[in-house]
């Protein structure tokens, strides 16, 4: 009897101790797993707050991969001038995070050898932009489009709310705020820099060009020349750069200003631009074609 209950008061123990170890597994896996939700969140800026009468830049579906168990969660981004800000569903009003813009740089990602067919891009915090690829410091929040296009104008859209305020992403922005960054910077002018180089450079070199802003220019060499009229940086044109491509370059411009009477714009700096000779009075009236095309 006495064995008996001894060994009885012994299983009970054990059951005991059993059950302890179970509960206190739960607890530090409890305790692991918001740990490591906090350690998420604090990789983004808090508190997130988006300014809802601006307008969104962009906005649309993305997976992020979050920075611990790197697994990819589907959100819905919105780009404001600020930060990128992610929701849960495209109806939430609360931001679950955000990420700051200011000082950052985007990069398109190689997708891996296997695994094909990712769209992947980068958002690296802290850094100096564009122009400052060799910081490394700072670990970067790495997001999947669902097609090479939707990637693209996601980079593009980024950038340019990057660089706005350093006298970039001059594409899409209202000619009021790129006009007076660029009266702080230099020179007063009657049009932004952007279209007075293109127009001296499709007048002195493209007046006698056959299908001017008819015939399409060379389509990565725009895309090359938005994001560096974007990045806020100037580029020189040649006698080896292609007229159809700067004047492609012109169309896109004055086709994404957010102002709606475009031709009300296009009008206002004709006399900055116009020449003598009846070919610049021909070259200018083409222009308000470009707005329907």
Request: a neutral charge.
């Amino acid at each position: 009897m006495v064995t008996c209950h001894y060994t009885s008061a012994f299983l009970l123990t054990s059951n005991e101790n059993k059950t302890f170890k179970i509960r206190l597994l739960l607890q530090i896996n409890k305790s692991r797993s918001k740990s490591m939700v906090l350690g998420e969140l604090s990789r983004l800026s808090r508190p997130c707050s988006p300014q809802d009468q601006e307008k969104p830049l962009k906005a649309g579906w993305l997976k992020r991969q979050r920075s611990i168990m790197k697994n990819w969660q589907l959100r819905w981004f919105v780009l404001r001038s600020e930060a990128l800000y992610f929701y849960k569903d495209q109806d939430e009003s609360k931001a679950q995070g955000c990420i700051p813009l200011q000082g950052s740089q985007v990069n398109e990602v190689s997708a891996h050898q296997d695994e094909p067919g990712r769209h992947l891009f980068e958002i690296v915090p802290g850094g100096a932009g564009e122009k400052d690829r060799s910081n490394t410091g700072h670990e970067s929040f790495l997001l999947m489009a669902n097609s090479q296009s939707d990637m693209e104008e996601w980079v593009r859209a980024i950038r340019r709310a990057i660089w706005a305020p350093l006298g970039g992403g001059v594409f899409g922005q209202h000619l009021q705020a790129t006009m007076s960054y660029e009266s702080q910077c230099g020179p007063q002018r009657e049009v932004p820099v952007l279209v007075e180089l293109c127009a001296s450079f499709i007048r002195e070199q493209g007046l006698k060009e056959e299908g001017l802003f008819r015939a399409p220019g060379q389509t990565n060499h725009v895309r090359e020349l938005q994001d560096v009229f974007d990045r806020g940086e100037i580029p020189v044109f040649d006698s080896s750069t292609d007229v159809h491509t700067v004047a492609s370059l012109l169309k896109l411009y004055i086709r994404e200003l957010p102002e709606p009477d475009q031709t009300a714009f296009i009008w206002s700096w004709r006399q900055s631009v116009t020449g003598s000779t009846n070919q610049s009075q021909s070259f200018l009236e083409n222009i308000p074609l470009v707005q329907c095309r």
